[in-house]
Structures are given as C-alpha cells and as structure tokens.
Nanobody
Framework: QVQLVESGGEQVQPGASLNLSCAGS????????MAWFRQRPGKMREFVGV????????YYGDAVKGRFTISRDNTKNYLYLTMNALIPEDTGMYFC?????????????????WGRGTQVTVSS
C-alpha cells in the first residue's frame, strides 16, 4: 500500500511559477507510472500529465502542454509538477496518482491510489 501526500499549492499571480510535490510512503514509486490530475471549480477532474516508471516518458494534457513539466525522483519517492506561466484557468485542486491499471493513462480509472490534493489559486 502506498500513501500519497501532495504539497506546494498556494495562491499566486498570473504569470507566476509554482512547484508541486507528491511524497509517497510504502512501496517504491518505481513500480508505477504516476500522474497529476486537477479539478477546477465546477468541473470534472481532468488529466494534467503522466510520467513513466523510469521517468523517461511524459505526456501532457493540451491545456498545460509547454507550460507544465512532470518529473520524479524514485530514490526519494517523490513526484513533482513544475508549473510555469500560470493563468487563472489553472486554478483548482491538484492530485497525484499511481497508475494501477494498464488502461488509458488519460482516464481516472487507470489510477488506483490518489492523494488528497493541494489547492492552487491563480488570481491577481
């Protein structure tokens, strides 16, 4: 069993950068692909990006491509999300997740373990 805890969310101004972290305890991170999702106010939870077990491959949602970067440190059981050029539409709760099913990595159903989220607010 792995427990995930996100941190780093805060309120920032448009154009700012922010780094989120996801700390894991339990089994080694290296066993799973991992992803970030977000839930914006009044919206369904949506895919942000995914990173492969070894960190060598990443895919991003269209809304964040070119602005956000996912990375991981398997030696420390940490997952990261670097967010640049933030806009108000990036406001939401950000969740990290472990991919436990070999189904579509863009869908929530592929992920069996989730953190509780960290709030990001982009506002002037």
């Amino acid at each position: 069993q792995v427990q995930l805890v996100e941190s780093g969310g805060e309120q920032v101004q448009p154009g700012a950068s922010l780094n989120l972290s996801c700390a894991g305890s339990g089994r080694p991170y290296s066993l799973w692909d991992m992803a970030w999702f977000r839930q914006r106010p009044g919206k369904m939870r949506e895919f942000v990006g995914v990173i492969s077990m070894d960190g060598g491959t990443t895919y991003y949602g269209d809304a964040v491509k070119g602005r956000f970067t996912i990375s991981r440190d398997n030696t420390k059981n940490y997952l990261y999300l670097t967010m640049n050029a933030l806009i108000p539409e990036d406001t939401g709760m950000y969740f990290c997740a472990l991919r436990t099913q070999q189904t579509d990595w863009r869908r929530e159903s592929a992920y069996g373990t989730w953190g509780r989220g960290t709030q990001v607010t982009v506002s002037s």
